[in-house]
Nanobody, 126 residues
């Protein structure tokens, strides 16, 4: 079983940047779809960005498109989320997860992912 640990969260001002890292251990994740999700208090967990196993196919939620970039370094068994032009509405706990299948349709859903990390808090002030 793969274990995921998110890091890089913290406090940022609106317009600022953060880079989140998701370090995998226990098993290589190079053959898996990987995703970033977030959950704000009182809200459902939502998809943020997903990357295919090759890194060439990506998905971004409309709310983050053009601001966030997902990438992976399979040699390091790590997935990243570069977050630029942060907005207060980006405030949430961000989670990394492993895809349970090799692809997704239209919008990735949390139910299709597993091996969830503990999450890292991102807080953006205005």
């Amino acid at each position: 079983q793969v274990q995921l640990v998110e890091s890089g969260g913290g406090l940022a001002q609106a317009g600022g940047s953060l880079r989140l890292s998701c370090a995998a251990s226990g098993r290589t994740v190079s053959t898996y779809v990987m995703g970033w999700f977030r959950q704000a208090p009182g809200k459902e967990r939502e998809s943020v960005a997903v990357i295919g196993r090759s890194g060439g196919i990506t998905y971004y939620a409309d709310s983050v498109k053009g601001r966030f970039t997902i990438s992976r370094d399979n040699a390091k068994n790590t997935v990243y989320l570069q977050m630029n032009s942060l907005k207060p509405e980006d405030t949430a706990v961000y989670y990394c997860a492993v895809g349970l299948k090799g692809s997704w349709y239209i919008v990735p859903v949390p139910a299709d992912f597993g091996s969830w990390g503990q999450g890292t808090q991102v807080t953006v002030s205005s």
